[in-house]
């Protein structure tokens, strides 16, 4: 495809998005249009699933030049399950009537908390050969840095992806591919039985979550309570600290500050928003997929944070 063609490509991300992204758009020739999750009026901004897109904003970041739709759920970084509705009403309404694809990164499909479901798009009607469907071994089974994953999609889309994939990467480990197969051999095994890590996972992930947003609360920090994923956003502004945002956000000082200051590791929400940084203000992003030591030892420093 020419130049001049790609240019006028368009992809609507959801911001705040993972923050490879807008990268991906970019090196490829296309144009990132962002769209904000907000709190959304009158309702609790301490709760992930009350960040929500407001539908006439969504709609107006579609155009004929606009090609693809990607979205993630569960939500990295706020955490928010999209609903069945958000996603049939909103999301799938739009794409079909704009007639464009939709990426959906999945990754955190085998990590939603109790009280909550996940809810695929390509499931809806109508999207399923518009959809290409993103998921992993690495969130799915806790091996991150291994770098394996897959896509699910129509033929037509799939067969386009491997073609972009030989080229780009030169090979998955067989050794890790071997791995990922036994365990999905596993799982298929113990579907729905307590001994399957799908039945494991969330319980763990939540029990760390609970776990950091109880002792956050005890020193007086709001987090936002995600209902799915390894992430949550902490609210930082009652620290009181001060920073000159002249050329660097705060919440990139933040972090640094924590971890020159406090020996506590975040990441500024900042940097998963492309043009709505302001909603970020004053958010950093805790990680609590983490060891009960590792949790045990953030709660100690949490306990003198404001010190």
């Known amino acids: 495809m020419c130049p001049l063609c790609l240019s006028l490509i368009q992809v609507v991300l959801i911001e705040p998005h993972f923050d490879s992204y807008s990268v991906v758009v970019e090196v490829a020739g296309g144009k990132p249009v962002y769209v904000a999750l907000k709190p959304g009026a009158g309702l609790d901004s301490k709760d992930a699933n009350n960040w929500v897109l407001d539908r006439e904003e969504f709609e107006r970041a579609f155009s004929s030049k606009t090609k693809a739709l990607m979205i993630n759920t569960p939500h990295n970084p706020i955490g928010k399950v999209f609903s069945q509705e958000e ?12 007639d464009v694809l939709v990426i959906s990164d999945e990754v955190y499909e085998r990590c939603v908390f109790s009280g909550y479901d996940h809810h695929r798009i390509a499931n809806i009607e109508g999207m399923w050969d518009r959809t290409l469907t993103i998921g992993s071994a690495g969130k799915s089974f806790s091996m991150t840095g291994y770098k394996l994953g897959w896509t699910l999609g129509p033929e037509e889309l799939v067969k386009k992806v491997q073609a972009i994939h030989q080229t780009a990467i030169y090979s998955a480990p067989t050794i890790t591919q071997e791995a990922v197969a036994i365990a ?8 729905g039985s307590e001994d399957s890590y799908s039945v494991q996972l969330p319980k763990i992930m939540e ?9 956050c609360a005890e020193v007086g920090l709001d987090s936002v309570v995600p209902h799915g994923g390894y992430v949550m ?3 930082t502004a009652p620290l009181g600290l001060e920073f000159d945002t002249t050329e660097v956000p705060y919440d990139v000082q933040c972090v640094k500050w ?6 506590f590791a975040t990441i500024p929400v900042s940097v ?10 004053k958010y950093i992003r805790l990680c609590f997929a983490k060891s009960e030591q590792s949790l045990d030892a953030a709660c100690t420093i949490i306990d003198t944070i404001r010190e």
């Open 87 to 98: 996603l049939e009403f909103i999301i799938a309404g739009v794409c079909k009537k704009h």
């Open 272 to 281: 998963f928003f492309g043009e709505s940084k302001y909603i970020s203000e």
């Open 207 to 215: 029990a760390g979550c609970t776990k950091l947003i109880t002792k």
């Open 233 to 235: 956003l902490l609210d």
């Open 258 to 263: 924590l971890t020159e200051h406090k020996h």
């Open 184 to 191: 999905v051999e596993r799982e298929v095994r113990l579907r």
